[in-house]
């Protein structure tokens, strides 16, 4: 047993904490309070090879790992969680599905250009009565004589919305066989029939765009067919086990920088004519968060671990997403309170941090979505 | 055509600064980083490959750990690397480290068409004397302080960049080129970068790869080859707080002249 990065992870782990800190870090606040997407910044993540990174060199992508995802996503998130939901998105959600069930074809035309970073993909499972219950699809794919498919319903909350190129979509295409009745489909954001509805304005990632999306009599060829018919539940399922790995480690990000910040904030600020980390009462705060924040890492990396070496890792991803999302609640709020007057202003990124946190609590599955899936895994027959 | 690219190893001047009681550098304990203007040279070098196709060299004299910041060039694009150590080599001047480094670009094959490019100077010692004695060692020309560089076949143009402005200088391959940050702004490493590095050869050249070279003596290289010898080494006090006169009146003019004059400045 080895806790080490190895070298190149350590590498890559530099190379992100100098890009976040050069990159990231001077447009972060600007980012979030102006609702802005930063095309400016993925496109340098995409010159580095940052949008791909655990995809094989022959499709485009950087040759990397999932650990080495993970990195990137908690150095970025360190300063940005809006910049670790742009990566984390693109690279699980939007190109995994088609690495893991595209054909040779599919990969060629919809995968490369996502994992060299030419593109950028989103997913789409999420629909106004389908949240938590992903199995209560209301979109629909009805299968035409020529093959091709006809798709109308509409989907909300979707991270990339109108910034993305290329879609994963879930619809309903046997309403008689419940989860068994979904299907995935690969669309393109140029489709005729398909159109972004509403614009969401959330309370954080705020630099990431969330969107509704409509599909009106879309017809899509049958080749657009993601996969078995029938067989959509589970890759949206799979799907999200991986994303998980993603968000806890965005989450593990948000934290830690949180909490870097309130630690150096500490030794600044002098109150009773003492600097704040001389008092017994916040260094214990402070050893509390660490500890969490470190236990967070070990169970974002082993899943990450599992999953690089073929090993079953819904259960330990869902644990990784559940504790790192809860501690980087927990971190930031506390943080906040160490910042007091100043936590609570725009004018230092604490609160911003705080704001960020939640959503981690509540995308890619919910904590308690989460806690079902542990359980079903522990009483899984 | 390649690009050689000599780079050292420097402590990390920004972070904590440790000291020896003989007031010498505790290296072993401070973080290292890529000396800034060699990092300006390679990204110079990479430039030209991007533009050329051109191979990039990087070569660096250290101890073995300094291997890893070889693979971190790498991983910025440079094709290989040579590290040149050995016991041989240690407590190397200036002059020494320049017979070494003259010897390895010698072994690694200079071509007509080839450039070497250093940083202007180091961080830890400041000289700016490395660069300029390697291109007198290997007897080719030399252009120090660039802010820019040209390269048609093997004419190379290059902006000098001087206290009070510009010189632009002409000059033919294979020559050395020291680099000024002006020059550019490196790039980072790349994700692919990083993976691929430990696959490329970094070879290590120690003093039997070396010795049959003529400009490696014993007494022209490590520390009986040093003709410099540190006498002291100090932290120079700090400059104590300015005075600001305000005011354009006779009065503010001669409390002035009565300041300076106390101070035998005037």
Redesign the interface.
Known sequence: MDFRLT??QE??Q??CR??AVNEIEPIAAEIDEEERYPFETVEKLR????MG?QYP?ELG????DTI?YSI?IEEASKFCGTTGCIISAHATLGAWPIFKFGTPEQKEKWLRPLIDGTKTGAFGLTEPNAGTDASAQQTTAEKLEDGSWLVNGSKVFITGGGVADTYVIFAMTDKTKGNHGISAFIVDKNDAGFSIGKIEHKMGIRGSQTSELIFEDMVLPADRLLGKENGGFKIAMMTLDGGRIGIASQALGIAQGALDKAVQYMKERVQFGKSLDKFQGLQWMVADMATKIEAARLLVRRAAFNKDNGLPYTKEAAMAKLFAAETAMEVTTKCVQIYGGYGYIREYPMERMMRDAKITEIYEGTSEVQRMVIAGQIFKK | MKVIVCVKQVPDTSGKVAVNPDGTLNRASMATIINPDDKNAVEAALTLKDNTGCEVVVVTMGPPPAEGMLRELIAMGADRGVLVSGREFGGSDTFATSQILAAAIKKIGLEADDIVLCGRQAIDGDTAQVGSQIAEKLNIPQVSYAADIKVEGTKVTVKRMLEDGHMTIETQTPCLITCIKELNEPRYMSVGGIFDCYKKPVDVYDYNTLKDDPLIEVDTIGLKGSPTNIFKSFTPPQKGVGRMLEGADKNTCAELAAELLKKHII
């Open positions: 070298k190149e590498m890559m530099k190379l100098e890009f010159k580095y090879g940052m990174i060199k992508g950087s040759g990397g080495c990137a």
